[in-house]
């Protein structure tokens, strides 16, 4: 009876430390920053652990250094950088709490159990890959009747 006692000890003690390491690592989670500067310094972005935008300073001068699709491409451009490292961190923090084998950066993307067709970007009609870019398109040329075909084809 007592090598089952022992056991029971064993299980729950393995069960404490492995809660306190997850409890240290959601704490570690949370506090990720990552920050990034634009060459002149005039615009400076800051991203949560999950790339989650938290801050964002622009220079009083930066509406004339930079034109409005500029200045818009540039924070696009620096908060996917310190997406990146925000992500790279985190990812380093979880990975000595999953078991072996598991992608932690995989576990943060929420892409773990997903296979590489699953993840890929969907196509679009055509079978081209969505890019996402929806401001060029042009539907003169849609038959919206004709089940949103393009006229002649």
Do not use: C
């Not at 996917?80 to 490292?85: C, D, E, G, K």
């Not at 985190?90 to 892409?111: E, H, M, R, S, Y």
């Not at 773990?112 to 401001?135: H, I, K, S, W």
């Amino acid at each position: 009876m007592t090598d089952h006692r022992a056991q029971v000890d064993e299980l729950l003690a393995d069960y404490a430390r492995s809660r306190e390491l997850l409890a240290m690592a959601q704490q570690r989670l949370a506090a990720i920053t990552a920050t990034e500067r634009s060459a002149d310094g005039g615009i400076t972005v800051t991203v949560g652990s999950r790339g989650t935008l938290t801050g964002l300073t622009l220079a009083d001068d930066v509406y004339r250094t930079h034109r409005p699709s500029a200045l818009a491409s540039e924070i696009v451009r620096l908060v996917t950088s310190a997406s990146q490292r925000a992500l790279a961190e985190a990812t380093d923090v979880l990975a000595p709490t999953l078991p072996a084998g598991i992608d932690p950066k995989a576990t943060l993307l929420g892409t773990a159990d997903l296979t590489p067709a699953e993840v890929a970007p969907a196509p679009t009609r055509d079978g081209a890959e969505d890019d996402g870019d929806t401001e060029d398109e042009d539907f003169a040329a849609t038959n919206w009747v004709a089940e949103g075909r393009r006229a002649g084809s």
